[in-house]
């Protein structure tokens, strides 16, 4: 299944705050625009997007640790988790932020990095 770049940069974020949640995320499309620096529109879309593929699902009526209402938005699938594992991720600590796939050179700070998690 291909996903555009849009996609899969959203797809890698709610993936990665899935994993820092213990597996339980759900984002807006807010937050999610501010992590990936795309137009909230673009997220929107893309969210819908992998919604309709099976790797992301929609959550409504969703409730924050301390009870109090939270709203709705957007968390991967264990089939968008999947999907998400070859996609490029951000540099970790470079000031690009350029998407590199794991393990290659990374043009903004000129080293070879592991992004494997």
């Given at each position: 299944?291909?996903l555009?770049?849009?996609?899969?940069?959203?797809?890698?974020?709610?993936?990665?705050?899935?994993?820092?949640?213990?597996?339980?995320?759900?984002?807006?499309?807010?937050?999610?625009?501010?992590?990936?620096?795309?137009?909230?529109?673009?997220?929107?879309?893309?969210?819908?997007?992998?919604?309709?593929?099976?790797?992301?699902?929609?959550?409504?009526?969703?409730?924050?640790?301390?009870?109090?209402?939270?709203?709705?938005?957007?968390a991967?699938?264990?089939?968008?988790?999947?999907?998400?594992?070859?996609?490029?991720?951000?540099?970790?600590?470079?000031?690009?932020?350029?998407?590199?796939?794991?393990?290659?050179?990374?043009?903004?700070?000129?080293?070879?990095?592991?992004?494997?998690?």
């Amino acid at each position: 299944m291909n996903l555009n770049p849009n996609e899969a940069k959203v797809l890698v974020e709610l993936v990665d705050a899935y994993s820092s949640y213990d597996g339980f995320c759900f984002r807006g499309f807010d937050g999610i625009s501010r992590e990936t620096g795309l137009d909230r529109k673009i997220v929107r879309r893309a969210c819908r997007s992998l919604a309709r593929k099976g790797l992301a699902e929609y959550g409504r009526g969703l409730w924050t640790e301390d009870g109090e209402p939270a709203g709705s938005g957007y968390a991967a699938t264990k089939a968008g988790a999947e999907r998400a594992k070859d996609l490029p991720r951000p540099c970790e600590g470079c000031p690009s932020g350029i998407a590199n796939p794991p393990g290659r050179y990374c043009p903004g700070c000129e080293a070879y990095r592991d992004h494997q998690q």
